[in-house]
Protein backbone atom coordinates (compact mmCIF):
# COMPACT_ATOMS: atom_id res chain seq x y z
CA UNK A 1 0.00 0.00 0.00
CA UNK A 2 1.19 3.49 -0.87
CA UNK A 3 1.49 6.55 0.54
CA UNK A 4 -1.39 7.87 -1.22
CA UNK A 5 -3.46 4.78 -1.15
CA UNK A 6 -2.73 4.48 2.85
CA UNK A 7 -3.38 8.29 3.41
CA UNK A 8 -6.83 8.38 1.72
CA UNK A 9 -7.67 4.44 3.63
CA UNK A 10 -6.56 7.00 7.14
CA UNK A 11 -9.39 9.67 5.78
CA UNK A 12 -11.98 7.94 5.23
CA UNK A 13 -12.04 5.65 8.41
CA UNK A 14 -10.90 9.02 10.23
CA UNK A 15 -15.02 10.63 9.88
CA UNK A 16 -16.00 7.23 11.86
CA UNK A 17 -13.51 8.54 14.99
CA UNK A 18 -14.83 11.77 14.56
CA UNK A 19 -18.52 11.04 14.80
CA UNK A 20 -17.87 8.75 17.92
CA UNK A 21 -16.06 11.36 19.96
CA UNK A 22 -18.76 14.37 18.61
CA UNK A 23 -21.59 11.30 19.99
CA UNK A 24 -19.60 11.46 23.32
CA UNK A 25 -18.95 14.85 24.14
CA UNK A 26 -22.60 15.84 23.21
CA UNK A 27 -23.14 15.73 27.25
CA UNK A 28 -20.92 18.05 28.30
CA UNK A 29 -22.98 21.21 29.63
CA UNK A 30 -20.57 24.00 29.50
CA UNK A 31 -20.32 25.76 26.12
CA UNK A 32 -17.19 27.06 26.71
CA UNK A 33 -15.45 23.90 27.82
CA UNK A 34 -17.70 22.08 24.72
CA UNK A 35 -15.49 24.70 22.51
CA UNK A 36 -12.11 24.18 24.07
CA UNK A 37 -12.55 20.84 23.53
CA UNK A 38 -13.96 20.51 20.09
CA UNK A 39 -10.49 23.40 19.18
CA UNK A 40 -8.26 20.94 20.78
CA UNK A 41 -10.00 17.68 19.20
CA UNK A 42 -10.93 18.96 16.33
CA UNK A 43 -7.57 20.48 14.95
CA UNK A 44 -7.02 18.28 11.51
CA UNK A 45 -4.95 15.91 12.52
CA UNK A 46 -4.60 12.13 11.25
CA UNK A 47 -6.50 10.79 14.31
CA UNK A 48 -3.10 7.97 14.03
CA UNK A 49 -3.75 6.32 17.43
CA UNK A 50 -7.45 5.74 17.33
CA UNK A 51 -7.20 4.06 13.58
CA UNK A 52 -4.40 2.05 14.93
CA UNK A 53 -6.71 0.77 17.35
CA UNK A 54 -9.30 -0.08 15.01
CA UNK A 55 -6.85 -1.56 12.65
CA UNK A 56 -5.37 -3.47 14.87
CA UNK A 57 -8.67 -4.85 16.25
CA UNK A 58 -9.87 -5.87 12.98
CA UNK A 59 -6.38 -7.48 12.30
CA UNK A 60 -7.48 -10.34 14.61
CA UNK A 61 -10.82 -10.43 14.22
CA UNK A 62 -11.18 -8.94 10.73
CA UNK A 63 -14.75 -7.15 10.10
CA UNK A 64 -16.26 -9.99 12.12
CA UNK A 65 -16.24 -8.40 15.85
CA UNK A 66 -19.53 -7.94 17.19
CA UNK A 67 -18.31 -5.27 19.40
CA UNK A 68 -18.05 -2.12 16.73
CA UNK A 69 -19.29 0.02 19.21
CA UNK A 70 -16.80 -1.01 21.83
CA UNK A 71 -13.70 -0.80 19.88
CA UNK A 72 -14.51 2.57 18.46
CA UNK A 73 -14.88 3.64 22.18
CA UNK A 74 -11.76 2.40 22.95
CA UNK A 75 -10.27 4.06 19.80
CA UNK A 76 -10.86 7.10 20.68
CA UNK A 77 -9.57 7.00 24.22
CA UNK A 78 -5.80 7.32 22.62
CA UNK A 79 -7.27 10.26 20.62
CA UNK A 80 -7.91 12.01 23.97
CA UNK A 81 -5.59 11.37 25.79
CA UNK A 82 -2.94 12.72 22.93
CA UNK A 83 -5.37 15.65 22.73
CA UNK A 84 -5.29 16.60 26.31
CA UNK A 85 -1.56 16.20 26.35
CA UNK A 86 -1.10 18.59 23.48
CA UNK A 87 -3.56 20.88 24.86
CA UNK A 88 -1.34 20.49 28.59
CA UNK A 89 2.11 20.87 26.73
CA UNK A 90 1.26 23.76 25.10
CA UNK A 91 0.41 25.67 28.44
CA UNK A 92 3.59 23.97 29.64
CA UNK A 93 5.24 25.48 26.71
CA UNK A 94 3.78 28.46 26.31
CA UNK A 95 3.29 27.86 22.85
CA UNK A 96 1.49 30.32 20.74
CA UNK A 97 0.97 28.76 17.89
CA UNK A 98 0.39 24.73 16.77
CA UNK A 99 0.71 23.67 13.08
CA UNK A 100 -0.17 27.20 12.16
CA UNK A 101 -3.38 27.85 14.22
CA UNK A 102 -3.56 29.97 17.15
CA UNK A 103 -3.02 27.26 20.52
CA UNK A 104 -6.01 26.63 22.95
CA UNK A 105 -3.95 28.60 25.48
CA UNK A 106 -2.81 31.70 23.30
CA UNK A 107 -7.20 32.30 22.63
CA UNK A 108 -8.13 31.42 25.89
CA UNK A 109 -5.51 31.67 28.67
CA UNK A 110 -4.35 28.72 30.77
CA UNK A 111 -8.07 28.23 33.15
CA UNK A 112 -9.89 26.44 30.39
CA UNK A 113 -6.97 24.67 28.73
CA UNK A 114 -5.66 23.44 31.83
CA UNK A 115 -9.48 21.82 33.06
CA UNK A 116 -10.27 20.52 29.29
CA UNK A 117 -7.38 18.18 29.42
CA UNK A 118 -8.16 16.92 32.61
CA UNK A 119 -11.33 16.50 31.23
CA UNK A 120 -10.27 14.67 28.38
CA UNK A 121 -8.07 12.68 30.72
CA UNK A 122 -10.73 11.49 33.04
CA UNK A 123 -13.08 10.80 29.83
CA UNK A 124 -10.46 8.87 28.02
CA UNK A 125 -9.47 6.80 31.16
CA UNK A 126 -13.76 6.36 31.80
CA UNK A 127 -14.12 4.79 28.34
CA UNK A 128 -11.13 2.60 28.25
CA UNK A 129 -12.34 1.16 32.08
CA UNK A 130 -16.06 1.35 30.46
CA UNK A 131 -15.22 -0.72 27.07
CA UNK A 132 -11.91 -2.70 28.04
CA UNK A 133 -11.94 -3.36 31.88
CA UNK A 134 -8.55 -3.50 34.26
CA UNK A 135 -6.46 -4.30 31.58
CA UNK A 136 -7.11 -1.83 29.03
CA UNK A 137 -6.95 0.58 32.16
CA UNK A 138 -4.07 -0.54 32.75
CA UNK A 139 -2.38 -0.07 29.54
CA UNK A 140 -4.03 3.44 29.16
CA UNK A 141 -2.21 4.36 32.69
CA UNK A 142 0.93 3.34 32.16
CA UNK A 143 1.21 5.44 28.69
CA UNK A 144 0.17 8.26 30.65
CA UNK A 145 2.62 8.24 33.48
CA UNK A 146 4.99 6.85 30.82
CA UNK A 147 4.04 10.31 29.32
CA UNK A 148 4.78 12.26 32.03
CA UNK A 149 7.65 10.93 33.08
CA UNK A 150 9.30 11.16 30.07
CA UNK A 151 8.54 15.05 30.62
CA UNK A 152 10.53 15.17 33.60
CA UNK A 153 13.79 13.38 32.18
CA UNK A 154 13.66 15.54 28.91
CA UNK A 155 13.62 18.46 30.99
CA UNK A 156 16.23 17.49 33.40
CA UNK A 157 18.30 16.14 30.32
CA UNK A 158 18.26 19.74 28.80
CA UNK A 159 19.08 20.97 32.15
CA UNK A 160 22.02 18.73 32.53
CA UNK A 161 23.08 19.24 28.76
CA UNK A 162 22.94 15.11 29.02
CA UNK A 163 24.11 13.86 25.18
CA UNK A 164 23.35 10.30 25.93
CA UNK A 165 21.59 8.30 23.16
CA UNK A 166 19.79 5.90 26.16
CA UNK A 167 18.23 8.97 27.66
CA UNK A 168 16.97 10.20 24.22
CA UNK A 169 15.22 6.87 23.46
CA UNK A 170 14.30 6.67 27.18
CA UNK A 171 12.83 10.58 26.11
CA UNK A 172 10.91 9.37 23.61
CA UNK A 173 10.01 5.64 24.18
CA UNK A 174 7.97 7.81 27.03
CA UNK A 175 6.54 10.88 24.86
CA UNK A 176 5.27 8.83 21.87
CA UNK A 177 5.96 5.35 22.00
CA UNK A 178 3.86 4.42 25.10
CA UNK A 179 0.83 5.93 23.44
CA UNK A 180 1.42 4.50 20.11
CA UNK A 181 2.09 1.05 21.53
CA UNK A 182 -1.08 1.32 24.02
CA UNK A 183 -3.35 2.15 21.24
CA UNK A 184 -1.91 -0.55 19.24
CA UNK A 185 -1.85 -3.28 21.81
CA UNK A 186 -5.83 -1.99 23.01
CA UNK A 187 -6.57 -3.08 19.68
CA UNK A 188 -5.52 -6.68 20.08
CA UNK A 189 -6.50 -7.19 23.34
CA UNK A 190 -10.00 -5.78 22.22
CA UNK A 191 -10.03 -8.25 19.80
CA UNK A 192 -9.16 -11.05 22.22
CA UNK A 193 -5.77 -11.82 20.64
CA UNK A 194 -3.37 -14.31 22.22
CA UNK A 195 -0.33 -12.96 23.97
CA UNK A 196 2.15 -13.70 21.55
CA UNK A 197 0.09 -11.28 19.22
CA UNK A 198 -0.43 -8.48 21.85
CA UNK A 199 3.58 -8.35 22.37
CA UNK A 200 3.95 -8.56 18.91
CA UNK A 201 2.41 -5.18 18.65
CA UNK A 202 3.24 -3.84 21.28
CA UNK A 203 6.70 -3.91 19.66
CA UNK A 204 5.43 -3.14 16.43
CA UNK A 205 3.84 0.72 18.06
CA UNK A 206 6.71 1.07 20.46
CA UNK A 207 9.12 1.26 17.22
CA UNK A 208 6.08 3.07 15.05
CA UNK A 209 6.29 5.71 17.91
CA UNK A 210 9.90 6.11 18.26
CA UNK A 211 10.71 5.95 14.42
CA UNK A 212 7.98 8.44 14.05
CA UNK A 213 9.22 10.62 16.88
CA UNK A 214 13.08 10.49 15.52
CA UNK A 215 11.86 11.33 11.68
CA UNK A 216 10.51 14.48 13.37
CA UNK A 217 13.08 15.50 15.54
CA UNK A 218 14.93 15.60 11.72
CA UNK A 219 12.22 17.36 10.19
CA UNK A 220 12.47 20.01 12.90
CA UNK A 221 15.92 20.40 11.13
CA UNK A 222 15.28 19.85 7.53
CA UNK A 223 11.76 19.93 7.02
CA UNK A 224 9.94 22.88 4.66
CA UNK A 225 8.12 24.81 6.96
CA UNK A 226 5.38 25.26 4.38
CA UNK A 227 4.87 21.66 4.32
CA UNK A 228 5.44 21.03 7.99
CA UNK A 229 3.26 24.26 8.92
CA UNK A 230 5.84 24.75 11.77
CA UNK A 231 9.55 26.68 11.65
CA UNK A 232 12.63 24.50 11.80
CA UNK A 233 15.00 25.04 14.53
CA UNK A 234 12.71 25.03 17.58
CA UNK A 235 14.22 21.74 19.45
CA UNK A 236 17.75 23.47 19.39
CA UNK A 237 16.60 26.52 21.29
CA UNK A 238 14.91 24.87 23.62
CA UNK A 239 17.73 23.15 24.15
CA UNK A 240 16.18 19.89 23.61
CA UNK A 241 18.72 16.50 22.58
CA UNK A 242 17.42 14.91 19.69
CA UNK A 243 19.52 12.62 17.80
CA UNK A 244 20.50 14.17 14.79
CA UNK A 245 22.78 16.08 17.14
CA UNK A 246 23.47 13.33 19.65
CA UNK A 247 24.98 11.48 16.49
CA UNK A 248 26.91 14.34 15.60
CA UNK A 249 28.24 15.53 18.53
CA UNK A 250 29.37 11.77 19.13
CA UNK A 251 31.37 11.94 15.99
CA UNK A 252 32.58 15.35 15.53
CA UNK A 253 36.51 16.50 16.11
CA UNK A 254 37.24 18.22 18.37
CA UNK A 255 37.35 21.81 16.91
CA UNK A 256 33.38 21.23 15.62
CA UNK A 257 32.73 19.52 19.17
CA UNK A 258 33.91 22.88 20.46
CA UNK A 259 31.51 24.91 18.51
CA UNK A 260 28.66 22.97 18.81
CA UNK A 261 28.88 23.05 23.02
CA UNK A 262 29.10 26.29 22.92
CA UNK A 263 25.97 27.05 21.00
CA UNK A 264 24.44 24.50 23.20
CA UNK A 265 25.40 26.68 26.41
CA UNK A 266 24.68 30.07 24.55
CA UNK A 267 21.14 31.37 25.70
CA UNK A 268 17.80 31.09 23.17
CA UNK A 269 18.57 34.17 21.32
CA UNK A 270 22.09 33.05 19.81
CA UNK A 271 21.09 29.26 19.37
CA UNK A 272 18.01 30.37 17.01
CA UNK A 273 20.56 32.57 14.71
CA UNK A 274 23.16 30.24 14.85
CA UNK A 275 20.73 27.34 13.86
CA UNK A 276 22.15 27.19 10.19
CA UNK A 277 25.52 26.90 11.52
CA UNK A 278 24.57 23.78 13.86
CA UNK A 279 22.56 22.38 10.88
CA UNK A 280 25.47 22.26 8.38
CA UNK A 281 27.82 20.57 11.67
CA UNK A 282 25.19 17.68 11.68
CA UNK A 283 25.24 17.26 8.08
CA UNK A 284 28.91 17.38 7.94
CA UNK A 285 29.15 14.53 10.57
CA UNK A 286 26.00 12.34 8.95
CA UNK A 287 23.91 13.44 11.98
CA UNK A 288 20.46 12.99 9.79
CA UNK A 289 21.85 10.16 7.28
CA UNK A 290 22.64 8.01 10.37
CA UNK A 291 19.24 8.63 12.16
CA UNK A 292 17.02 8.62 9.37
CA UNK A 293 18.90 4.86 9.26
CA UNK A 294 18.22 4.20 12.88
CA UNK A 295 14.57 4.82 12.61
CA UNK A 296 14.63 2.39 9.51
CA UNK A 297 16.05 -0.31 11.82
CA UNK A 298 13.87 0.51 14.63
CA UNK A 299 10.49 -0.35 11.94
CA UNK A 300 11.96 -2.79 10.56
CA UNK A 301 12.59 -4.66 14.16
CA UNK A 302 9.16 -3.57 14.71
CA UNK A 303 7.81 -5.60 11.62
CA UNK A 304 9.40 -8.30 12.77
CA UNK A 305 6.46 -10.25 14.88
CA UNK A 306 4.05 -8.98 12.62
CA UNK A 307 4.17 -12.60 10.63
CA UNK A 308 1.62 -14.12 13.58
CA UNK A 309 -1.12 -12.64 11.88
CA UNK A 310 -2.70 -13.61 9.19
CA UNK A 311 -1.92 -12.08 6.09
CA UNK A 312 -4.49 -9.22 4.48
CA UNK A 313 -5.55 -5.87 3.98
CA UNK A 314 -4.40 -4.79 7.54
CA UNK A 315 -1.58 -6.03 7.55
CA UNK A 316 -0.45 -4.66 4.29
CA UNK A 317 -1.82 -1.35 6.04
CA UNK A 318 0.79 -1.36 9.41
CA UNK A 319 3.60 -1.91 6.70
CA UNK A 320 2.59 0.76 4.56
CA UNK A 321 2.25 2.71 7.82
CA UNK A 322 5.85 1.75 9.02
CA UNK A 323 7.23 3.33 5.37
CA UNK A 324 5.11 6.36 5.32
CA UNK A 325 6.66 6.88 8.90
CA UNK A 326 9.74 6.62 7.40
CA UNK A 327 9.12 9.09 3.84
CA UNK A 328 7.27 11.57 5.53
CA UNK A 329 8.12 15.08 5.08
CA UNK A 330 5.42 16.73 6.55
CA UNK B 1 -18.83 11.24 69.04
CA UNK B 2 -17.34 14.73 70.39
CA UNK B 3 -15.17 16.87 67.68
CA UNK B 4 -12.28 15.96 69.68
CA UNK B 5 -12.73 12.27 69.90
CA UNK B 6 -13.70 12.54 66.13
CA UNK B 7 -10.04 14.41 65.19
CA UNK B 8 -8.20 11.62 67.12
CA UNK B 9 -9.63 8.90 65.16
CA UNK B 10 -9.08 10.79 61.99
CA UNK B 11 -5.64 11.61 63.35
CA UNK B 12 -5.04 7.94 63.92
CA UNK B 13 -6.51 6.26 60.73
CA UNK B 14 -4.66 8.69 58.40
CA UNK B 15 -1.64 7.38 59.00
CA UNK B 16 -2.32 4.13 57.16
CA UNK B 17 -3.79 6.19 53.93
CA UNK B 18 -0.56 7.86 54.29
CA UNK B 19 1.05 4.81 53.97
CA UNK B 20 -1.07 3.17 51.00
CA UNK B 21 -0.08 6.37 49.52
CA UNK B 22 3.61 6.16 49.98
CA UNK B 23 3.87 2.45 49.05
CA UNK B 24 1.73 2.92 46.12
CA UNK B 25 4.18 5.88 44.48
CA UNK B 26 7.36 3.98 45.50
CA UNK B 27 7.45 3.11 41.14
CA UNK B 28 7.78 7.22 40.61
CA UNK B 29 11.27 7.49 38.58
CA UNK B 30 11.58 10.73 38.41
CA UNK B 31 13.17 12.06 41.84
CA UNK B 32 11.52 15.85 40.57
CA UNK B 33 7.77 14.21 40.48
CA UNK B 34 8.19 12.34 43.26
CA UNK B 35 9.22 15.40 45.27
CA UNK B 36 5.91 17.46 43.70
CA UNK B 37 3.99 14.75 44.22
CA UNK B 38 4.60 14.76 48.06
CA UNK B 39 4.72 18.30 48.41
CA UNK B 40 0.81 17.97 46.79
CA UNK B 41 -0.06 15.18 49.05
CA UNK B 42 1.55 15.27 52.18
CA UNK B 43 0.22 18.72 52.76
CA UNK B 44 -0.89 18.25 56.40
CA UNK B 45 -4.50 17.77 55.45
CA UNK B 46 -7.05 15.48 57.38
CA UNK B 47 -7.24 12.62 54.53
CA UNK B 48 -11.29 13.25 55.07
CA UNK B 49 -12.13 11.76 51.44
CA UNK B 50 -10.22 8.17 51.77
CA UNK B 51 -11.37 8.07 55.46
CA UNK B 52 -15.21 8.56 54.33
CA UNK B 53 -13.93 6.03 51.91
CA UNK B 54 -12.87 3.57 54.55
CA UNK B 55 -15.61 4.35 57.19
CA UNK B 56 -18.14 3.46 54.82
CA UNK B 57 -17.05 0.28 53.37
CA UNK B 58 -16.98 -0.66 56.91
CA UNK B 59 -20.27 0.50 57.74
CA UNK B 60 -21.40 -2.52 55.41
CA UNK B 61 -18.91 -4.92 56.11
CA UNK B 62 -17.66 -3.90 59.51
CA UNK B 63 -14.21 -4.99 59.86
CA UNK B 64 -14.94 -8.21 58.44
CA UNK B 65 -14.14 -6.92 54.65
CA UNK B 66 -11.82 -9.90 53.28
CA UNK B 67 -10.08 -7.07 50.81
CA UNK B 68 -8.38 -4.12 52.79
CA UNK B 69 -5.78 -4.21 50.40
CA UNK B 70 -8.69 -3.31 47.82
CA UNK B 71 -10.56 -0.99 50.08
CA UNK B 72 -7.50 1.12 50.68
CA UNK B 73 -6.08 1.41 47.58
CA UNK B 74 -9.74 2.57 46.54
CA UNK B 75 -9.84 5.22 49.33
CA UNK B 76 -6.54 6.84 48.54
CA UNK B 77 -7.85 7.21 44.70
CA UNK B 78 -9.90 9.90 46.59
CA UNK B 79 -6.64 11.74 48.06
CA UNK B 80 -5.10 11.78 44.54
CA UNK B 81 -8.08 13.04 42.57
CA UNK B 82 -8.17 15.94 45.69
CA UNK B 83 -4.53 16.78 45.92
CA UNK B 84 -4.64 16.69 41.61
CA UNK B 85 -7.57 19.17 41.69
CA UNK B 86 -5.70 21.17 44.02
CA UNK B 87 -2.57 21.22 42.10
CA UNK B 88 -4.31 22.50 39.32
CA UNK B 89 -6.07 25.13 41.18
CA UNK B 90 -3.21 26.74 42.43
CA UNK B 91 -1.61 26.90 38.78
CA UNK B 92 -5.17 28.50 37.50
CA UNK B 93 -5.62 30.83 40.14
CA UNK B 94 -1.89 31.49 40.43
CA UNK B 95 -1.69 31.26 43.88
CA UNK B 96 1.13 31.73 45.73
CA UNK B 97 -0.23 30.19 49.24
CA UNK B 98 -2.17 27.68 50.35
CA UNK B 99 -2.79 27.09 54.57
CA UNK B 100 0.06 29.16 55.18
CA UNK B 101 2.43 27.38 52.87
CA UNK B 102 4.04 27.79 49.85
CA UNK B 103 1.97 26.67 46.58
CA UNK B 104 3.56 23.83 44.75
CA UNK B 105 3.62 26.39 41.39
CA UNK B 106 5.39 29.00 43.33
CA UNK B 107 8.40 26.55 44.25
CA UNK B 108 8.69 24.83 40.85
CA UNK B 109 6.43 26.84 38.26
CA UNK B 110 3.50 25.66 36.52
CA UNK B 111 5.16 23.21 34.26
CA UNK B 112 5.91 20.09 36.75
CA UNK B 113 2.86 20.64 38.76
CA UNK B 114 0.50 20.64 35.85
CA UNK B 115 2.36 17.09 34.86
CA UNK B 116 2.48 16.12 38.73
CA UNK B 117 -2.01 16.96 38.64
CA UNK B 118 -2.11 15.08 35.72
CA UNK B 119 0.09 12.01 36.61
CA UNK B 120 -2.20 11.78 39.93
CA UNK B 121 -5.26 12.26 38.16
CA UNK B 122 -4.39 8.69 36.01
CA UNK B 123 -3.17 6.85 38.65
CA UNK B 124 -6.24 7.30 40.48
CA UNK B 125 -8.61 5.91 38.05
CA UNK B 126 -5.94 2.97 37.09
CA UNK B 127 -6.30 2.31 40.92
CA UNK B 128 -10.10 2.93 40.81
CA UNK B 129 -10.68 0.49 37.77
CA UNK B 130 -8.13 -1.86 38.87
CA UNK B 131 -9.62 -1.90 42.36
CA UNK B 132 -13.56 -1.12 41.68
CA UNK B 133 -13.66 -2.11 38.21
CA UNK B 134 -16.17 -0.01 35.70
CA UNK B 135 -18.57 0.98 38.67
CA UNK B 136 -16.03 2.16 40.79
CA UNK B 137 -14.53 3.77 37.87
CA UNK B 138 -17.76 5.35 36.40
CA UNK B 139 -18.18 7.20 40.12
CA UNK B 140 -14.78 8.77 39.87
CA UNK B 141 -15.24 9.32 36.28
CA UNK B 142 -18.39 11.22 36.71
CA UNK B 143 -16.93 13.40 39.79
CA UNK B 144 -13.76 14.64 38.25
CA UNK B 145 -16.04 15.55 35.01
CA UNK B 146 -18.17 17.56 37.07
CA UNK B 147 -15.43 19.16 38.76
CA UNK B 148 -14.12 20.64 35.50
CA UNK B 149 -17.78 21.53 34.84
CA UNK B 150 -17.99 23.26 37.61
CA UNK B 151 -15.34 25.50 37.67
CA UNK B 152 -16.49 27.01 34.52
CA UNK B 153 -20.05 27.45 35.78
CA UNK B 154 -17.95 29.44 38.51
CA UNK B 155 -16.12 31.25 36.08
CA UNK B 156 -19.20 31.68 33.90
CA UNK B 157 -20.83 32.68 36.93
CA UNK B 158 -18.73 35.63 38.11
CA UNK B 159 -18.37 36.64 34.77
CA UNK B 160 -22.53 37.41 34.57
CA UNK B 161 -22.39 38.17 37.98
CA UNK B 162 -24.79 36.02 38.19
CA UNK B 163 -26.61 35.84 42.29
CA UNK B 164 -28.44 33.31 41.86
CA UNK B 165 -29.00 30.54 44.79
CA UNK B 166 -29.37 27.61 42.42
CA UNK B 167 -26.09 28.36 40.25
CA UNK B 168 -24.42 28.29 43.77
CA UNK B 169 -25.47 24.79 44.49
CA UNK B 170 -24.65 23.83 41.44
CA UNK B 171 -21.00 24.99 41.31
CA UNK B 172 -20.75 23.27 45.11
CA UNK B 173 -22.04 20.42 43.78
CA UNK B 174 -19.86 20.27 41.22
CA UNK B 175 -16.62 21.49 43.17
CA UNK B 176 -17.22 19.91 46.56
CA UNK B 177 -20.24 17.83 46.86
CA UNK B 178 -19.46 15.27 43.73
CA UNK B 179 -16.11 14.15 45.14
CA UNK B 180 -17.40 13.54 48.66
CA UNK B 181 -20.01 11.82 47.64
CA UNK B 182 -18.72 9.80 45.37
CA UNK B 183 -15.77 9.04 47.92
CA UNK B 184 -18.73 7.76 50.26
CA UNK B 185 -20.55 5.48 47.68
CA UNK B 186 -17.44 4.10 46.67
CA UNK B 187 -16.94 2.45 50.35
CA UNK B 188 -20.35 1.65 50.52
CA UNK B 189 -20.16 0.20 46.83
CA UNK B 190 -16.92 -2.06 47.17
CA UNK B 191 -18.18 -3.71 50.23
CA UNK B 192 -21.31 -4.87 48.28
CA UNK B 193 -23.73 -3.00 50.33
CA UNK B 194 -27.17 -2.19 48.50
CA UNK B 195 -28.64 0.17 46.09
CA UNK B 196 -30.82 1.44 48.90
CA UNK B 197 -27.31 2.14 50.85
CA UNK B 198 -25.71 3.35 47.64
CA UNK B 199 -28.32 5.68 47.46
CA UNK B 200 -28.10 6.99 50.68
CA UNK B 201 -25.17 7.34 51.65
CA UNK B 202 -24.26 9.30 48.11
CA UNK B 203 -27.25 11.74 49.61
CA UNK B 204 -25.04 12.00 52.78
CA UNK B 205 -21.95 12.87 51.04
CA UNK B 206 -23.52 15.34 49.37
CA UNK B 207 -25.07 17.05 51.47
CA UNK B 208 -22.07 17.12 53.87
CA UNK B 209 -19.96 18.71 50.78
CA UNK B 210 -22.64 20.95 50.21
CA UNK B 211 -22.72 21.88 54.08
CA UNK B 212 -18.88 21.99 53.79
CA UNK B 213 -18.44 24.29 51.49
CA UNK B 214 -21.15 26.86 52.55
CA UNK B 215 -19.00 26.95 56.51
CA UNK B 216 -15.88 27.37 54.12
CA UNK B 217 -17.55 30.40 52.51
CA UNK B 218 -18.44 31.90 55.73
CA UNK B 219 -15.48 31.51 57.34
CA UNK B 220 -14.17 33.19 54.20
CA UNK B 221 -15.72 36.45 55.71
CA UNK B 222 -15.96 35.19 59.31
CA UNK B 223 -12.61 33.43 59.93
CA UNK B 224 -9.78 33.68 62.15
CA UNK B 225 -6.91 33.74 59.63
CA UNK B 226 -4.73 32.76 62.69
CA UNK B 227 -6.95 29.34 63.48
CA UNK B 228 -7.83 29.15 59.04
CA UNK B 229 -4.41 29.38 57.98
CA UNK B 230 -5.97 31.58 55.42
CA UNK B 231 -6.52 35.64 54.99
CA UNK B 232 -10.58 36.64 54.60
CA UNK B 233 -12.07 37.83 51.46
CA UNK B 234 -10.56 36.09 48.92
CA UNK B 235 -13.90 35.20 47.85
CA UNK B 236 -15.36 38.94 47.56
CA UNK B 237 -11.99 40.34 46.06
CA UNK B 238 -11.85 36.54 42.87
CA UNK B 239 -16.13 37.42 42.62
CA UNK B 240 -17.32 34.42 43.58
CA UNK B 241 -20.65 34.96 45.06
CA UNK B 242 -21.38 32.78 48.05
CA UNK B 243 -24.48 31.69 49.35
CA UNK B 244 -24.21 34.78 52.63
CA UNK B 245 -23.57 37.32 49.88
CA UNK B 246 -26.46 35.80 47.75
CA UNK B 247 -28.54 35.61 50.40
CA UNK B 248 -27.67 39.49 51.74
CA UNK B 249 -28.58 40.61 47.72
CA UNK B 250 -31.98 39.29 48.20
CA UNK B 251 -32.95 40.25 51.50
CA UNK B 252 -31.14 44.24 51.39
CA UNK B 253 -33.08 46.90 51.05
CA UNK B 254 -32.77 49.29 47.82
CA UNK B 255 -29.81 51.52 49.34
CA UNK B 256 -27.65 48.92 50.80
CA UNK B 257 -28.21 46.60 47.47
CA UNK B 258 -27.03 49.53 45.64
CA UNK B 259 -24.06 49.39 47.99
CA UNK B 260 -23.34 45.80 47.65
CA UNK B 261 -23.62 46.26 43.52
CA UNK B 262 -21.19 49.05 43.67
CA UNK B 263 -18.76 47.00 44.87
CA UNK B 264 -19.27 44.19 43.13
CA UNK B 265 -18.91 45.75 39.82
CA UNK B 266 -15.41 47.48 41.35
CA UNK B 267 -12.11 46.10 40.75
CA UNK B 268 -10.04 43.84 42.70
CA UNK B 269 -8.43 46.35 44.83
CA UNK B 270 -11.65 48.22 45.58
CA UNK B 271 -13.63 45.16 46.55
CA UNK B 272 -10.65 44.02 48.98
CA UNK B 273 -10.70 47.93 50.38
CA UNK B 274 -14.51 47.97 50.90
CA UNK B 275 -14.88 43.70 52.28
CA UNK B 276 -15.65 45.40 56.08
CA UNK B 277 -18.46 47.43 54.82
CA UNK B 278 -19.69 44.29 52.65
CA UNK B 279 -18.93 42.02 55.81
CA UNK B 280 -21.59 44.41 57.86
CA UNK B 281 -23.99 44.46 55.15
CA UNK B 282 -24.16 40.51 54.76
CA UNK B 283 -24.45 40.55 58.65
CA UNK B 284 -27.21 43.44 59.13
CA UNK B 285 -29.44 40.62 56.33
CA UNK B 286 -28.78 37.77 58.81
CA UNK B 287 -26.67 36.25 55.75
CA UNK B 288 -24.10 34.34 57.67
CA UNK B 289 -26.90 33.19 60.08
CA UNK B 290 -29.21 32.13 57.47
CA UNK B 291 -26.17 30.12 55.50
CA UNK B 292 -25.35 28.84 58.37
CA UNK B 293 -29.04 27.38 58.63
CA UNK B 294 -29.27 26.01 55.34
CA UNK B 295 -26.12 24.23 56.03
CA UNK B 296 -27.47 21.98 59.06
CA UNK B 297 -30.62 21.53 57.16
CA UNK B 298 -28.66 20.20 54.49
CA UNK B 299 -26.93 18.01 57.01
CA UNK B 300 -30.28 16.77 58.77
CA UNK B 301 -31.19 15.61 55.32
CA UNK B 302 -27.98 13.94 54.67
CA UNK B 303 -28.67 12.48 57.94
CA UNK B 304 -32.26 11.09 56.85
CA UNK B 305 -31.53 7.51 54.97
CA UNK B 306 -28.78 6.22 57.15
CA UNK B 307 -31.17 4.13 59.25
CA UNK B 308 -30.28 1.29 56.35
CA UNK B 309 -27.09 0.94 58.54
CA UNK B 310 -27.12 -0.92 61.50
CA UNK B 311 -26.13 1.29 64.56
CA UNK B 312 -22.49 1.06 65.46
CA UNK B 313 -19.53 2.68 65.55
CA UNK B 314 -18.72 4.17 61.84
CA UNK B 315 -22.83 5.66 61.94
CA UNK B 316 -21.71 7.48 64.80
CA UNK B 317 -18.64 8.60 63.32
CA UNK B 318 -20.53 9.79 60.30
CA UNK B 319 -22.87 11.38 62.16
CA UNK B 320 -19.63 13.33 64.51
CA UNK B 321 -18.62 14.41 61.12
CA UNK B 322 -21.68 16.02 59.93
CA UNK B 323 -21.69 17.82 63.72
CA UNK B 324 -18.04 18.97 63.04
CA UNK B 325 -18.60 20.36 59.62
CA UNK B 326 -21.36 22.59 60.80
CA UNK B 327 -18.96 23.89 63.92
CA UNK B 328 -15.48 24.01 62.36
CA UNK B 329 -13.89 27.36 62.46
CA UNK B 330 -10.67 26.46 60.69
Known amino acids: MDNQELMSFFREASSGVDRAMRADLASVESSLLGEVLFY ?18 ALVAGDRGSNRQGI ?3 AIVFEYLHAASLL ?9 QRRGKKTANSIWGISPVILAGDYLLSRAMSLACAVGGGE ?18 QARTAEEKNYSEKNYYKIVAGKTGALIAAACEAGVYIAAGSQEQRAAI ?3 GE ?6 QIVDDILDYQGD ?22 H ?83
Do not use: W
Open 72 to 74: LDL
Open 225 to 246: PVRTGKAVGNDLVEGKMTLPLI
Open 248 to 330: ALRSAGSEDLAVLEEVLAADAGEKKDRFPEVKTLIDKYDGFGSARREAGELVATGLTGLHCFGEGRELQILRGLAAYVLSRDK
Open 88 to 96: HDDVIDHAE
Open 202 to 204: KLY
Open 207 to 212: NLGLAF
Open 40 to 57: GIFNGGKRIRPQLTLICA
Open 136 to 153: AMALVGRATEAMVEAEFL
